[in-house]
T-cell receptor, first 113, second 113 residues
Framework: GQNIDQPTEMTATEGAIVQINCTYQTSGFNGLFWYQQHAGEAPTFLSYNVLDGLEEKGRFSSFLSRSKGYSYLLLKELQMKDSASYLCAVRKISSGSARQLTFGSGTQLTVLP | GAGVSQSPSNKVTEKGKDVELRCDPISGHTALYWYRQSLGQGLEFLIYFQGNSAPDKSGLPSDRFSAERTGGSVSTLTIQRTQQEDSAVYLC???????????FGPGTRLLVL
C-alpha cells in the first residue's frame, strides 16, 4: 500500500514564505505531484517531480528526495488567493500500466493579512 | 479550450436509488480517471480508462459501483442502490497521450439522504 502524510493545516502571513512537507511510502514510485484546490473547486496542477531536486515555477517550487520519501512545496511572496488546500499525490506504476495517483489528505493553508 | 466537464454538478438522491454521473474529458485526452473525495479527505482513486478499456478497476469500493467509457470520450460512473456513505464529491480527470498531468473537472457533489 501507500502512505502519504502531510500536515492538516498551516497558517502564514501575506508576503511570507511557507513550506508544506509531504512524506510517502510506496513501491514502484514514479513521480510526485502537487495540486492546489480551492474550496468547492477542482484540483489544479502545480508541479511534478520524478527526479531528485528542486523544480521552480514562479512563486512555487517543489523539492523531491526519493531516498527519503520526502517532498515539499515552497510558496514565496504569499498572497491571499493562495489560501487553499494543497494536495500531495504519488504516482506508481501498477499492473496494466495504470498511472493512478494516490493523494494525501491535503494541507489547508490559510494566508492572513 | 474547454476543460473537463461533469454533470450533474449536484445530485441529491434517496438511499437505495441508482445514480449515473457523467464525465466529458478534454478532446483528444486518451486517459480518464475517476476519483472520490469525501468531506475533509484526500482524493480516493476509483477507476482508470485508457481509451475504452479499464485496465485498473482496483479502487471501486464495491460491486455497486461500475463505470464505462464509450468512443474513447465520455465516461459514466454508475452507483447502484446508493448508501449514505456514498455521499462525496466525484471527480473526473483526463490526461493527453504521453503527458503526466491530470486535468480535473469540477466534480459532482452527491448527497444520499
Amino acid at each position: 500500500g501507500q502512505n502519504i502524510d502531510q500536515p492538516t493545516e498551516m497558517t502564514a502571513t501575506e508576503g511570507a514564505i511557507v513550506q508544506i512537507n509531504c512524506t510517502y511510502q510506496t513501491s514502484g514510485f514514479n513521480g510526485l505531484f502537487w495540486y492546489q484546490q480551492h474550496a468547492g473547486e477542482a484540483p489544479t496542477f502545480l508541479s511534478y517531480n520524478v527526479l531528485d531536486g528542486l523544480e521552480e515555477k514562479g512563486r512555487f517550487s517543489s523539492f523531491l528526495s526519493r531516498s527519503k520519501g520526502y517532498s515539499y512545496l515552497l510558496l514565496k511572496e504569499l498572497q491571499m488567493k493562495d489560501s487553499a488546500s494543497y494536495l500531495c499525490a504519488v504516482r506508481k506504476i501498477s499492473s496494466g500500466s495504470a498511472r493512478q495517483l494516490t493523494f494525501g489528505s491535503g494541507t489547508q493553508l490559510t494566508v492572513l493579512p | 479550450g474547454a476543460g473537463v466537464s461533469q454533470s450533474p454538478s449536484n445530485k441529491v438522491t434517496e438511499k437505495g436509488k441508482d445514480v449515473e454521473l457523467r464525465c466529458d474529458p478534454i478532446s483528444g485526452h486518451t486517459a480518464l480517471y475517476w476519483y472520490r473525495q469525501s468531506l475533509g479527505q484526500g482524493l480516493e482513486f476509483l477507476i482508470y480508462f485508457q481509451g475504452n478499456s479499464a485496465p485498473d478497476k482496483s479502487g471501486l469500493p464495491s460491486d455497486r459501483f461500475s463505470a464505462e467509457r464509450t468512443g474513447g470520450s465520455v465516461s459514466t460512473l454508475t452507483i447502484q442502490r446508493t448508501q449514505q456513505e456514498d455521499s462525496a464529491v466525484y471527480l473526473c480527470a483526463s490526461t493527453p497521450p504521453g503527458a503526466e498531468t491530470q486535468y480535473f473537472g469540477p466534480g459532482t457533489r452527491l448527497l444520499v439522504l
